[in-house]
């Protein structure tokens, strides 16, 4: 590790992998400081609660300093915040954004002013305030369609508004690092699952709340499109690699390198929900979704030989563990 990082300013925090980040971060070392940037529109103060205590910082913002969680209701297009909040900072994580395609699709001037501006201010609050290392969180999105396995050397060729924020966020991670030499990591998650997910739009949460609910499963096309599923905790452990790798400006594919059907992944989760809770989802199919890609895998060899990470639950035993921390809260 190249430095011992005391203070740690988490964008988005109040969300599932910000969440899933703090916790990880708070059992490896419970005395560090950590602050929470959010604006509370996918999260919430009892989200982090559910981990650990937390306090909340009023419209005074002092430079970081005291161990703990502290969240600051702001919206990351505030740059006056941003730099405020910064300052004292060890490392930035910047998981807060506008999520997702469909959203995108929805309001793509939002999607943009979220995904490119909010990023750049924090980009620019770390230059200004010493920041040692940033970590931004990216997806496969600026890829676009393309023959996987993905790498980082693929061509861009987004298809949604949302990969083309993302395409201009990694950018600007370069740029910053070339320009200003902040040490920058662009990390490309792919679909992410896991415990903490209750808030959570994407397939396999969506998929259990439905089955808890008693509602029925839409998947949408005809269930050959392929995702690279991986869990949380092998998330969040590339993020704390990124954090202390001595590498930057670099883009790094995280996923498990490993192509899975969403229906042979509803499969599996269905045999799970059924053996573990008596549940048998009934399983439809829907139109496809717009700007949906048909398959996505990514190679992750470069993580591998430069931040000395790889993935560590298969699958199988990632749904199943799933499917136990929604179990435990019904």
């Not at 993935?311 to 136990?324: F, I």
Request: with cysteine; glycine share 8%.
């Amino acid at each position: 590790m190249v430095k011992d990082f005391q203070h740690w300013l988490i964008t988005g925090g109040c969300g599932f992998v910000g969440t899933s980040l703090i916790k990880t971060l708070l059992a490896q070392r419970p005395n560090l400081s950590i602050r929470v940037i959010d604006n509370l529109s996918g999260g919430s103060r009892k989200d982090i609660e559910e981990v650990t205590p937390v306090r909340i910082l009023d419209n005074i913002i002092l430079p970081m300093a005291d161990p703990g969680v502290e969240l600051l209701a702001a919206d990351i297009r505030d740059l006056k915040t941003a730099m405020k909040a910064a300052a004292g900072a060890d490392v930035i994580v910047h998981l807060a954004a506008n999520t997702g395609v469909q959203a995108s699709l929805r309001n793509p001037v939002m999607d943009m002013e979220c995904n490119v501006a909010g990023l750049v201010n924090y980009l620019e609050a770390a230059r200004k305030n010493g920041i040692a290392s940033f970590v931004f969180a990216s997806s496969s999105a600026p890829i676009g369609q393309a023959e996987p396995p993905i790498t980082e050397q693929s061509i861009c060729r987004p298809i949604s508004p949302y990969g083309a924020g993302k395409m201009a966020g990694e950018a600007y991670c370069s740029a910053y690092y070339g320009a200003y030499d902040l040490k920058t990591i662009a990390l490309r998650f792919s679909n992410v699952y896991g415990p903490l997910s209750m808030r959570k739009g994407s397939v396999v949460a969506l998929f259990i709340r439905q089955a808890l609910g008693g509602k029925p499963w839409t998947i949408n096309g005809d269930g050959t499109q392929t995702r690279d599923f991986i869990h949380i905790q092998d998330i969040v452990s590339a993020i704390i690699a990124a954090a202390y790798s001595p590498c930057g400006g670099e883009i790094f594919q995280i996923s498990t390198q490993i192509e899975t059907s969403v229906s042979d992944m509803a499969a599996m989760l269905a045999d799970i929900l059924k053996e573990k809770a008596g549940i048998q989802p009934d399983i439809r199919f829907g139109p496809p979704l717009k700007a949906d890609v048909p398959r996505s895998w990514a190679d992750i060899s470069k993580a591998k030989t430069m931040l000395k990470w790889a993935p560590g639950r298969t699958l199988q035993e990632g749904l199943e563990e799933t499917v136990d921390w929604f179990l435990c809260r019904i």
